[in-house]
C-alpha cells in the first residue's frame, strides 16, 4: 500500500474544506500530530478512525486508500433534478491512470429524464490536484495525464457558471453569452422564458435552462423549467430551483418507511428525511441519538393510547436535536385559527427557500411528516408521511400524479408545526454525545407527566398493568385487541429506539477516552434492552398481525405475564445504565 499516496490525498481533500490539521484532528478526536504523520507518509490512520475520517473529508473509505495516479472523487449523471451517482463505475472503467468513454445511458445502466439534457459532472484527483470537469449526453470524456480541468482556488467569486443550455433533451442552445450578459446586472437569479433566452424552432414542449457551476463545495448541476427561476441563495454560493410564486416543490425529499419497516419514531424519521434534504450528513441513528429520544418511554395509563408513541409527548427532544445540527427550533402548539393565514404563509417563506418544515397529523393518523410543496400560493400544501406508500403505488394515483415527486396533499391542518431558523455554529460530536447521555438521565427523572408514565416509572406501571388479570376477564374481545395493538405498537417504538441508543453510542465510543469503561458499559446495558426489546415483539407480533376474533387466545396471561417480567428487567438494565452516566456527567 503507497503511504504517500494515502497522505497526499488526505491533504488535497484537507485543504479543499478549508481544514488546518489542527481543525481536521479535533473533528476526528486525535492529535494533530497524528495527522502530520498521515499526510508526511510516516504513518497510516488506524482502520476505525476510517469512517470518521472520510465523514470529515466528504469522502469514502475507498477513495482515501485509493492507490491510482487517477481517480474519481466524485461523479454524478442526471439533469440538475433528478441523478444518479457513477462514481464507483467510473473508478473501475480506469486504465493505467487514463478515462476515455462516450458519456451515455447504457453505459450507466440507467434512465434518466425524457425531457431535460444530461450531463455528466465529475470530480476527480489527478497527481496532487484536485479538478472539475463535465460533459454533455453523447459527448467524450477524456481524463488523463494532459487533461486540464477547472478549479476554483484563489477565486474572488462565490459562485462560478461553467455552462448553460436551454431547451429539451435533443433540442437545446448554449446560452453562456446570455449568462455572462445577464451577470452584469447582479440578478437574485435566473428566469426561464423564451424572452431572455433564445428557444429552439422545433420545440413545442416544455423547455429547460440547466447550468453547471462550480463553487467551494465542487461541481454542481442546477435546472429549473419554463416559468421557473434558478435562484441565488444569499451569500451567492449556490443556486437552487425556486417555482412561481403560487407553486414550489423541494426536490427530492426522501420517502419516510413505513411502520414495522425501520426509523419508528416518525418525528425523527421526518427529521432525518428534512436534513439529508438540506444537504445535512446524518442518518436516523444519529438524529434519534443526539436528540435523546432514542432513551424515551411513555406509557399512557389507564387509558392505553398509541399517542404514547409521539417523539416528542412527554419530553422536548426537538430543542436538542436541531441545536446538535446549528439550528434554532421555532415551534406553532395548537394554533388559533384566525392565525392560520400567517402561520400558511410562514410555511410558505420555508418552503420557497428550501427549508422543509415538520408537522403533525397531515394525512391518515396524529404522526410526523414534512412539508414539502405547496400551490395556489400554499392553499394546497404537499408532505411526506409513514402513510404514503398504499398510495404512491396504486394504479390510480400513477394515473395522475400531483406532481414529479410522488408527494401527496396534505389531507388535515396540522396542530403542531416546527421550523429550520436561524443557523448556528453546531456543537462538536464529543459535545452531542455527551449533551445525549445528560437527556438520558434528565428524561428518566419526570415520572409522570400527565396521563403518562415516563422513562423507568413507566416499565414498572406497563409491567403492573400487563399482570392485571381482573380487567381482561371483564372486558370483551373489542377492548382486549385495542390494548393488544397499542402494546404492539409500543413495543415496536421501544425495539426501534433503544436499538438506536445501542448504535449511537458504540459509535461514539472514541469520544469519551477517558471514560471508556463506563460508556461500554452502558452501551452493553441497551444492547441487552434491544436484544430484549426484540423478544418481546417476536412474541407478541406486529400490529394488524392478530385477528380480532383470536385475541383472547392470542394473548394469554402467560404471555402478558412474560412480558411484565421481560419489562422489569429491561428497566433493570437502564436503572445502571442512568446509574453509570450519572457518575461521569457533570
Known amino acids: 500500500m503507497n503511504i504517500d499516496r494515502i497522505g497526499k490525498t488526505i491533504v488535497l481533500l484537507r485543504k479543499e474544506h478549508g481544514y488546518t490539521q489542527e481543525e481536521l484532528a479535533e473533528l476526528i478526536q486525535v492529535s494533530p500530530q497524528a495527522v502530520s504523520k498521515w499526510e508526511n507518509g510516516r504513518s497510516l490512520p488506524d482502520t476505525t478512525l476510517l469512517p470518521a475520517l472520510a465523514k470529515a473529508l466528504h ?138 433566452f433564445p428557444s429552439d424552432p422545433a420545440n413545442d414542449g416544455k423547455e429547460y435552462l440547466t447550468l453547471v457551476y462550480l463553487n467551494q463545495n465542487g461541481i454542481h448541476l442546477a435546472t429549473c423549467g419554463e416559468c421557473e427561476n434558478l435562484q441565488y441563495t444569499e451569500d451567492k454560493c449556490d443556486l437552487f430551483r425556486k417555482r412561481a410564486s403560487e407553486e414550489y416543490y423541494i426536490p427530492n425529499v426522501p420517502a419516510l418507511p413505513e411502520f414495522g419497516s425501520g426509523n419508528e419514531c416518525s418525528w425523527a424519521a421526518a427529521f432525518t428525511s428534512a436534513l439529508q434534504t438540506m444537504g445535512i450528513p446524518t442518518d436516523y441513528h444519529e438524529v434519534m441519538g443526539v436528540s435523546g429520544a432514542c432513551y424515551r418511554l411513555a406509557f399512557c395509563t389507564p387509558d392505553w393510547d398509541y399517542s404514547s408513541v409521539d417523539g416528542l409527548i412527554v419530553y422536548d427532544f426537538a430543542k436538542p436535536a436541531y441545536e446538535a445540527f446549528g439550528y434554532k427550533s421555532c415551534f406553532e402548539d395548537h ?50 408521511t409513514k402513510y404514503d406508500r398504499e398510495i404512491i403505488d396504486s394504479e390510480e394515483y400513477k394515473a395522475d400524479k400531483p406532481n414529479e415527486f410522488d408527494y401527496l396533499y396534505v389531507d388535515n391542518w396540522p396542530f403542531m408545526i416546527s421550523y429550520f431558523t436561524e443557523k448556528q455554529v453546531p456543537p462538536t460530536e464529543r459535545e452531542n454525545l455527551i449533551r445525549s447521555l445528560q437527556i438520558l438521565i434528565d428524561c428518566n427523572q419526570q415520572g409522570k407527566v400527565r396521563e403518562y408514565a415516563t422513562g423507568i416509572e413507566a416499565y414498572r406501571v406497563w409491567a403492573e398493568e400487563l399482570q392485571q388479570n381482573a380487567w381482561y376477564d371483564a372486558h370483551d374481545d373489542e377492548d382486549l385487541f385495542r390494548r393488544l395493538s397499542v402494546n404492539q405498537f409500543c413495543v415496536l417504538a421501544l425495539c426501534d429506539a433503544r436499538r438506536s441508543a445501542a448504535s449511537y453510542l458504540a459509535s461514539g465510543r472514541r469520544l469519551l477516552p477517558e471514560y471508556a469503561v463506563e460508556l461500554e458499559q452502558i452501551i452493553s446495558c441497551f444492547e441487552k434492552v434491544s436484544m430484549l426489546a426484540d423478544s418481546i415483539r417476536n412474541m407478541v407480533g406486529l400490529e394488524g398481525s392478530v385477528p380480532a376474533s383470536d385475541v383472547r387466545r392470542f394473548w394469554t396471561k402467560e404471555k402478558r405475564a412474560v412480558q411484565a417480567e421481560i419489562l422489569l428487567n429491561m428497566r433493570e438494565l437502564e436503572l445502571k445504565a442512568i446509574e453509570t452516566a450519572a457518575s461521569f456527567i457533570a
Not at 147 to 157: I, P, W
Not at 345 to 373: H, T
Open 335 to 384: 394554533m388559533d385559527k384566525e392565525y392560520r393565514a400567517d402561520v400558511r404563509k410562514k410555511i410558505v417563506e420555508n418552503i420557497s427557500e428550501n427549508r422543509p418544515v415538520l408537522a403533525i397529523n397531515l394525512r391518515v393518523a396524529p404522526e410526523w411528516g414534512i412539508i414539502c410543496g405547496y400551490k395556489e400560493s400554499g392553499t394546497k400544501l404537499f408532505c411526506r
Open 59 to 196: 469522502t469514502s473509505i475507498d477513495n482515501l486508500l485509493n492507490q491510482n495516479d487517477l481517480q474519481i472523487l466524485s461523479a454524478y449523471y442526471g439533469d440538475g433534478i433528478d441523478a444518479i451517482d457513477v462514481t464507483g463505475r467510473l473508478n473501475r472503467l480506469i486504465q493505467n491512470d487514463r478515462l476515455d468513454i462516450e458519456v451515455t445511458e447504457p453505459l450507466f445502466a440507467c434512465q434518466s429524464s425524457k425531457e431535460r439534457p444530461a450531463f455528466l459532472i465529475v470530480k476527480y484527483q489527478m497527481g496532487d490536484r484536485i479538478s472539475y470537469i463535465f460533459v454533455k449526453e453523447n459527448d467524450r470524456l477524456l481524463i488523463d495525464a494532459g487533461t486540464v480541468g477547472m478549479t476554483f482556488e484563489d477565486s474572488e467569486e462565490n459562485l462560478r457558471i461553467v455552462a448553460a443550455v436551454y431547451g429539451t433533451r435533443y433540442r437545446y442552445h448554449d446560452v453562456m453569452s446570455k449568462i455572462a450578459h445577464y451577470q452584469f446586472f447582479d440578478w437574485n437569479g435566473y428566469w426561464a422564458n423564451q424572452e431572455l
